[in-house]
């Protein structure tokens, strides 16, 4: 898919708009299912149900794409939820 950019972006990376199922781990036990509507090398857009709790921080896993990330919760609106992938230390 083409990447979406506006003339007032502010992410530092493109995104790709998608529609891949992701899983977010919290705890050992608990997974929350939602859908990833952009994706980017940085963070993400989820969709996922407008009363459903979210964390603040969480582990994402989307098996499409063999993804699997820290992840932070960095805004939510409605049954929308912008996240930010954990930077990993080399």
Same mark, same amino acid.
């Given at each position: 898919m083409e990447p979406v950019r506006s003339p007032f972006e502010r992410r530092s990376s493109e995104r790709s708009r998608c529609s891949h199922l992701a899983e977010i781990r919290i705890g050992s036990s608990f997974v929350l299912r939602a859908i990833v509507k952009d994706l980017s090398e940085k963070g993400a &857009?989820?969709?996922?149900p407008r009363?459903?709790?979210l964390p603040k921080s969480f582990d994402i896993c989307i098996p499409d794409t063999g993804l699997q990330? &820290?992840?932070?919760?960095?805004?939510?609106?409605?049954?929308?939820?912008?996240l930010e992938f954990?930077?990993?230390a080399e």
């Open positions: &857009k989820l969709q996922l009363d459903s709790w990330r &820290k992840a932070v919760c960095r805004w939510r609106r409605g049954e929308y939820a912008g954990a930077i990993i």
